[in-house]
């Protein structure tokens, strides 16, 4: 009877161990590029010079991350977006409802407060 339970309890194992290397050689491996969760709901736009920018909001903040930082910015006042050149916060700025944008295959986007903050 021991012989019979020992020889389960190997085949058991043997089964469990071949099952993991049969997987960890033939799973395809992933490469690719992990998101944060805060990050699903991002948009990523071209602006009117072809710089590519990514934008979201986290924690209620409206973010977002040119690739090269000397140009305009943008932050959320009440329900809008105010956009200022350069940064500068105490010269003109405007506002806007929504964020008309190019994406960085070219496709022409709107999005608005409301939806980058779902």
């Not at 009117?48 to 409206?62: H, L, S, Y």
């Not at 690739?67 to 009440?78: F, I, L, M, S």
């Not at 050149?85 to 700025?93: A, K, L, P």
Request: charged content about 20%.
């Amino acid at each position: 009877m021991a012989r019979v339970l020992w020889g389960l309890l190997f085949a058991f194992v043997a089964t469990v161990v071949a099952a993991r290397l049969a997987f960890e050689f033939t799973a395809p491996e992933f490469s690719g590029q992990v998101n944060e969760p805060w990050a699903q709901s991002r948009m990523e736009f071209v602006s009117w010079n072809n710089e590519q920018w990514t934008a979201w909001v986290r924690d209620e903040i409206f973010e977002q991350t040119p690739e090269n930082t000397v140009d305009w910015q943008a932050k959320v006042e009440g329900e809008s977006f105010v956009l200022a050149h350069r940064g500068n916060w105490s010269g003109s700025t405007e506002s806007a409802n929504a964020i008309r944008y190019r994406d960085w295959s070219g496709q022409n986007r709107l999005r608005t407060l409301a939806q980058l903050g779902r």
